[in-house]
């Protein structure tokens, strides 16, 4: 449109591919699936020579990632060996692709930690880390333009600090007997 918007003896037509007029000029933005229309461009001489040509608009689904349950992203850092308790864990990432994707199938999927790193894909199982966000990338296999990304929080809490002193020995037969600890 813009080559020939300059000449005044050019008239543009539009037929969408069921070859229905569409508006001459299209509206902007012109929302539409994916079609071919035809364009013609008339010479308003009275020769009215006229070119026709199409134009192939694509439109391609967006992938969707699905979120990951909190339950299988945020852990306390609770193993029985206080000297494991280092904020690490190993967290059970073996559902982890299949509820991202949901019922999508030969998707492209990277991860990559919060450095920007990449990572293995699927992710390693079990999966150690500390607190941070992975970055998920699902990108369509017929259109690599299509990107969606979404982000993993994997949360390690730590376990409260408590500092004990002194000793306490409690025993009683009754019970209704409390005993209150400062």
Same mark, same amino acid.
């Given at each position: %449109? ?11 037509? #539009?037929?969408?591919? @069921? ?7 299209? +509206?902007?933005?012109?929302? %539409?699936? !994916? ?14 020579? #006229? ?11 967006l992938p ?45 999927? &990277? #991860?990559?930690?919060? @450095?920007?790193?990449? =990572? ?5 199982? +079990? ?14 296999? %017929?259109?690599? !333009? ?6 993993? +929080?994997?949360i390690v809490? &730590?376990? +409260? ?7 306490? =020995? ?13």
């Amino acid at each position: %449109t813009a080559i020939l918007a300059g000449l005044n003896n050019v008239t543009l037509s #539009y037929w969408d591919e @069921n070859n229905n007029p569409l508006p001459s000029p299209l +509206p902007n933005p012109f929302n %539409t699936s !994916s079609q071919s229309i035809k364009v013609r461009a008339t010479n308003n001489t009275p020769m009215a020579c #006229y070119f026709e040509a199409t134009i192939t608009f694509t439109v391609d689904d967006l992938p969707e990632i699905f979120p990951i349950p909190i339950s299988l992203t945020t852990v306390c850092d609770d193993e029985d060996n206080p000297i494991n308790q280092d904020g690490l864990f190993a967290f059970e990432t073996s559902t982890f692709q299949a509820i991202l994707l949901g019922n999508q199938v030969g998707m492209i999927v &990277k #991860y990559f930690d919060a @450095n920007g790193n990449l =990572l293995s894909t699927p992710l390693p199982n +079990p999966f150690v880390s500390a607190t941070q966000n992975i970055t998920v990338q699902v990108t369509s296999p %017929t259109n690599t !333009s299509c990107i969606t990304t979404s982000v993993i +929080p994997l949360i390690v809490n &730590k376990i +409260p600090n408590i500092e004990l002193s002194g000793d306490e =020995l409690v025993c009683s037969d009754n019970p209704n007997f409390t005993k209150t600890i400062d």
